[in-house]
């Protein structure tokens, strides 16, 4: 297991909610479940399972990752410069046009 992922589940396991990362085949399913948008966003990373997975199979599309935990986020962007991370909270680093 990746030991950010460990670290990370250790010191909020509530908001990780899970005790592993998603297997590569559970990954491989959600990415190949997902249409060829101009743009795919993808909230908790987490090491990047599923987010290997999307640039994999949707090369050309336009990937967003939200991932809450610092380090990971670190990670991600180090692993996927092609995709876009946003660390911290999806819902605090979202805003919706009002009109
Ligand atoms: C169960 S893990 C799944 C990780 C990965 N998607 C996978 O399938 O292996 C959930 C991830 O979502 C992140 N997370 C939880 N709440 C979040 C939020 N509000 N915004 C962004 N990321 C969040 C957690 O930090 C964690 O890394």
């Known amino acids: 297991m990746n030991l950010n992922f460990f670290k990370h589940w250790l010191s909020d396991p509530a908001t990780v909610g899970a005790v592993a990362p998603s297997s590569r085949y559970l990954a491989d399913a959600m ?47 180090g692993r996927f410069p092609q995709a876009h991370v946003v660390g911290g909270a999806f819902h605090e680093n979202v805003s919706v046009p009002q009109d």
Do not use: K
């Open 31 to 77: 990415a190949e479940g997902v249409d060829a948008f101009e743009a795919i966003v993808e909230v908790g990373a987490g090491t990047g399972v599923v987010t290997d997975s999307l640039v994999r199979r949707h090369p050309s599309a336009r990937l967003i990752v939200f991932e809450l935990g610092d380090q990971l986020a670190t990670e991600l962007r």
